[in-house]
């Protein structure tokens, strides 16, 4: 049998793998304890009714013959397309057209899916730590990524500079795990400089909704020149409750082209038409319904809410007197360890403890290997619970 013998040099489990795992084992050893889990970034907020009506709408449509739909288009259904299209006008003064927008089952699926576009040779970039999702699918397809360590000395947030080889440069902002957040000038930066190297960035937008200063960048395209070498990918998951529903978005620009004039845009419609069959009907009208005023209001209802578990785990960790970045413009808190801990002795610690599942910083890049993750998305209840008992584990204890 000949396999991809890359996947070898994978941990044994994706990273959420292993720590639901640990979580599992020990909550069947202590089926006493509540656990409160502040680990992988599920939303626990139920999805907006406008959203629901709308699938209600929708489902009922595909049980009768008159309104019933087979194959939908495999890049989305237009009016999905449109609405994105007119978020990005309304909200962010960039304009896109229709056919740069295409539907998919979510930003994971693609931030992985586009490496099929790309020369299985080409240079790679990204930041340590990273979103694991980006460093295994390259090591899959048997490329070491290159890495910028994102640590407290360049405040989490790596520039580019000279050292740099780079075809592909991914760039998650505002970032997974460490939660802090690229201003326009530093991306701006990036995109010169992904231009000067004929680069192009994938940029992962997955949590741009969190961000709550205007002067921050939403979208990459905001940014002067970055229609010509940058992919945007997005996702309904943080913004609208998709996690479980499944549904994203990529934006390819058309004026994005390699030096003898091939649009990306076309590589990966070619890509997608082939390879996948499109987003059920259903959900599609339950994204649309996101975009309508209800909508609009229901996800900023839910993002005020995580919001205000993050500024809660945030005045905990300065009571403890914890450092920590994130939390401003992100769901995600990044907390150095204490000194006598590395990441996975404080995930036990926590969990035997305290009963707080977070993530080992070190399962997001060995950059980590000293921080914990923790999240707002759980329930409000839950997360002051969580952050009582970080109270309780006084500073001397630990
Ligand atoms: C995370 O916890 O980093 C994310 O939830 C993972 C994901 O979105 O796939």
């Avoid at 005020?304 to 808190?333: A, F, K």
Wanted: glycine letters at 6%; hydrophobic letters at 40%.
């Amino acid at each position: 049998m000949k396999i991809n013998r890359n996947y070898l040099n994978l941990t044994e489990n994706y990273l959420f793998s292993t720590v639901a795992a640990k979580t599992r084992t020990f909550q069947a050893e202590h089926p006493d304890k509540t656990l409160i889990k502040l680990s992988i970034g599920d939303v626990s907020r139920p999805l907006p009714a406008v959203v629901v009506q709308a699938m209600k709408r929708a489902c009922k449509e595909m049980g009768q013959t008159k309104t019933f739909r087979g194959y939908g288009p495999e890049l989305g259904y237009p009016w999905l397309r449109n609405a994105i299209v007119d978020f990005y006008h309304t909200q962010m003064q960039v304009e896109l057209e229709t056919d740069e927008i295409v539907v998919s089952d979510g930003a994971k699926s693609d931030l992985s899916n586009l490496l099929d576009i790309f020369d299985p040779t080409a240079n790679v970039v990204m930041c340590d730590p990273v979103y694991p999702v980006y460093w295994d699918t390259n090591l899959m397809l048997g490329r070491t990524p290159q890495l910028l360590p994102a640590t407290a000395e360049n405040n989490f947030l790596p520039m580019p500079d000279t050292s740099i080889v780079a075809d592909i440069i991914y760039l998650c902002n505002p970032a997974n795990p460490t939660g802090v957040c690229y201003d326009r000038a530093q991306l701006k930066r990036w995109v010169d400089f992904a231009r000067e190297h004929q680069a192009v960035i994938l940029y992962d937008a997955a949590y741009t909704c969190f961000i709550n200063d205007p002067d921050l960048p939403r979208s990459i395209y905001e940014i002067d020149g970055a229609r010509e070498c940058a992919i945007e990918i997005c996702s309904f998951s943080k913004m609208a409750g998709f996690t479980g529903v499944r549904c994203g978005y990529t934006v390819v620009p058309k004026a994005l082209k390699t030096m003898d004039g091939v649009s990306l845009n076309q590589l990966w419609r070619r890509r997608q038409t082939t390879k996948f069959n499109g987003v059920s009907y259903i959900v599609q009208r339950g994204a649309e319904a996101v975009f309508t005023p209800a909508g609009r209001q229901a996800v900023k209802q839910n993002i005020d809410y995580y919001r205000r578990n993050v500024r809660l785990i945030c005045q905990t960790l300065e009571r403890l007197q914890w450092p920590y970045v994130g939390g401003m413009h992100s769901p995600y808190v990044w907390v150095r360890c204490p000194a006598e801990y590395d990441a996975w002795q404080f995930f036990d610690k926590l969990l035997v403890q305290a009963g707080i599942v977070c993530t080992p910083g070190v399962g997001f890049g060995s950059a980590g290997k000293n921080y914990i993750r923790l999240t707002g998305f759980n329930s409000y209840t839950n997360t002051r619970r969580a952050c009582r008992r970080l109270l309780d584990l006084s500073k001397d204890k630990i």
